[in-house]
């Protein structure tokens, strides 16, 4: 019953109602209240409608005012790797002083990676999360690194949304040995994992986890096809680097004679268990398959273009569950979604309509529908997050509009599509929990961990140089 039919009825007893916010639902009609409410209880959304209505029909524990300010699901972050966060910086100070090797991958990520422990990604996971959280991100898709089990720690810390990775490799050139691992012991890693951290697919655990395999130049098609079956069984995703950079396309012709996307079409694992992160060089023939075979994306806005072309606007208008995604922080450090993206608009316009003397050949809301609805459909976890209606969890950002760049705005859509990022956040809920209140994160001591953070990060510089 809604609350539009209650009558004379008492006040229905809830936890928390949102009212007089400008509420984007990001539902597939658009809708948009400008003087909405939304009521939650036991973590999940009762209803969504106007507030003079809703006021009068439930009586909450917690009333929180919006005035004005936009409500929106939380963003998602497609591919996130966790366990360089105290890299931040790093790269960029180095190359000031000496030419950095390539690929980047495996001259500094996975070696630094080699060098954590498990406090260090623990630590890692409380200061990404925390900082995902005031910039708006409720949800992340763990690309695979060391010791997940502590990323889950501090995703249950933290609060956050998020499904965490072992980094997953049997095979490759110039791997640390710490990160490479027989077949067998790769594959039943990856299930350990699973088990002990499992899919919820009503949403009601926020922390789970998926399986990983780092790319196809480091697993062999054996891990390759084990992973997939294990996976497919317990209803996971495999989360992989997938058509990223030419040495990858090189490898797969000259060891299978098929481009990367074939090579998996051929093995049988190219279907909706895969999540493909970065895909800067498929094809047009490959963004077809990926729409035919449900195989789901992300779009790392901040460093994508340096490799080519990505196609993420074809991939999206086609229909492929494509997200954006930060790719973490060693490459320009923002964990801000909203700010990736405005980078894919810029992007995606200059790539897509700008050779056609298209000005507005991407629309103003697709970036952010992107990182909102589309990260939740490549995290299939769309059933219960990604828009804002009955039934979903209470996953949700209260976005200012009192803030420098909102001046001047014709309508709070406008300003949220085109130019809000992170520091406009105000108020995250998680599960229906405030997470973070008037810009703070209510869950951890940020304080505590950026300091804790800096002094780690100068002794592992030495890691990378």
Known sequence: MTAETTGNRSPRSIDTLIQNAHVVTFDDSGTILADGAIAIHEGRILEVGPSHVLSAAYAPTRRIFAN??????????????????LMRGLLSTL?????????TWREYLVPFEASLTPDDVELSGQLAYSSMLATGTTSFFEAGGPHPESMAQAAVETGI?????????????????SMRMSTEEALQRNIDLVDAWPHDPDGGTRVSACMSLRQIITCTPELVTGIHQAAQERGVKVHTHLVEGTYEIDYALENFGRRPVEYLLELGVFDHTLHGAHSVLASIEDVELYAAHGVSAAHCAKGNYAIGAAPALKMWRKG?????????????????????????????????????????????EEPLQMAVTGGARAMATHGYTGTLAAGKRADIVLVGTDGPD???????????FECASGRDVRTVLVDGQVVVDDGEVTTVDTEQIRARAAVRQQELAAAIA
Do not use: C, W
Request: no cysteine; aromatic share 4%.
């Open 320 to 364: 492929v569950a494509i997200g954006l995604g930060t790719d973490g922080v060693a490459n320009a450090g923002t964990l801000d979604v909203f700010r990736v993206a405005m980078l894919a608009r810029v992007g995606q316009q200059y790539i897509e309509a700008t050779p056609v003397h298209n000005r507005n050949g991407v629309g103003l």
């Open 95 to 103: 190359g000031r002083t000496k030419a950095l090797r390539v690929p």
């Open 161 to 177: 949304r998020g499904a965490v990775s072992l980094n997953t490799m049997d095979g490759g050139a110039r791997i640390p040995e």
């Open 406 to 416: 909102a001046a001047g705005y014709s309508s709070a859509e406008a300003f949220l």
């Open 68 to 85: 004005g300010q936009i409500a929106l699901p939380g963003l998602t972050d497609a591919h996130i790797h966790t366990a360089q966060t």
